[in-house]
């Protein structure tokens, strides 16, 4: 399965200049994110200690990647990366050496 790395961001331009209305938001994205973790969406979650920016690992396909994003756009940017472990590179690495040995 396919692992994502996504890399979010605060969109600053939309976020609610009152602090409390920020807060609110906040909360109620950090309340989807909980819900998320449980149910296994993200196999690892995180956020910068200044708030602007995170990161999650995920397995979900780019159709279920696209519908999880949705909910928290348009506050947030996402970047989204496929990624492989250190085993499916030490693979794919030595099938590249055997190639060049032909």
Sequence with gaps: MTKHLVLWQVNGN???????EG??????????????IAKGVH???????????G????????????ANIMRFQPY????IHPIISADELG????AAMETLKK
């Design 14 to 20: 939309l976020w609610p200049k009152s602090a409390e």
């Design 23 to 36: 807060l609110k938001l906040q909360l109620g994205m950090l309340q989807m994110v909980k819900e998320d």
């Design 43 to 53: 196999k690892d979650w995180g956020m910068s200690v200044n708030g602007a920016m």
């Design 55 to 66: 990161y999650t690992i995920t397995e979900l396909s780019e159709k279920e990647i696209f």
């Design 76 to 79: 947030i940017q996402f970047e």
């Design 91 to 94: 693979n794919i690495l030595q």
